[in-house]
């Protein structure tokens, strides 16, 4: 629990009462390598911290999969659409590595917004995420598979040491052949 306590910490300075209500209103979870979190056709009502391991979001595309990001330790993530609209998941998140997580129900999470840290926590969190999608889909985008490697080891350099190949491929939308001549380079 310290390790979520010391990300949010990151954001805002917790006080007594609301670190009490963390330890009280998550849960740790333990998933094998290659286990599913989530499934398309479930809902979706957790978001989880990942502190320690790896876990991998994707789809499916004609049969095809296609990896949306590959989250590491001290990253919270959840299928954002059927978290927020409460659909179902179009998506799959599942462990790349033996992963232990911290989870919290929507209804949890709806209880610890009685504390203010909390949500600016929350806020300054989302915001930050936002801004970071933003700049990552745009460097992405304007950058060749070479330039996108390059910008994935500057901004996840954990992602590209534990991650296969073909993951990484699928993330900035190469072959895994190119990923490879890339990394010989």
């Not at 979520?4 to 209103?25: C, G, P, R, S, T």
């Not at 462990?95 to 949890?108: M, P, Q």
Request: aromatic fraction near 10%; charge should be negative.
């Amino acid at each position: 629990m310290e390790q979520l306590i010391n990300y949010i910490e990151e954001f805002v300075k917790l006080d007594d009462d609301a670190k009490a209500a963390l330890h009280e209103l998550t849960e740790i979870e333990h998933f094998a390598k290659n286990e599913f979190i989530l499934e398309p056709g479930q809902r979706c009502n957790k978001i989880w911290f990942l502190k320690q391991g790896m876990v991998r979001k994707f789809y499916l595309n004609d049969g095809q999969e296609e990896t949306v990001w590959i989250h590491t330790e001290n990253q919270t993530f959840t299928s954002l659409e059927s978290y927020a609209q409460n659909t179902p998941s179009k998506e799959y998140l599942q462990t790349c590595e033996d992963s232990e997580l911290i989870s919290i129900t929507k209804d949890n999470s709806q209880k610890l917004a009685a504390f203010p840290k909390i949500v600016a926590f929350v806020n300054a969190m989302m915001a930050r995420e936002f801004a970071n999608i933003d700049k990552h889909t745009k460097a992405l985008n304007q950058r060749d598979a070479k330039g996108k490697y390059e910008y994935l080891r500057e901004i996840a350099p954990e992602l590209l040491k534990r991650a296969k190949l073909g993951h990484i491929a699928s993330i900035i939308g190469v072959s895994r052949e190119t990923v490879s001549r890339i990394r010989k380079a």
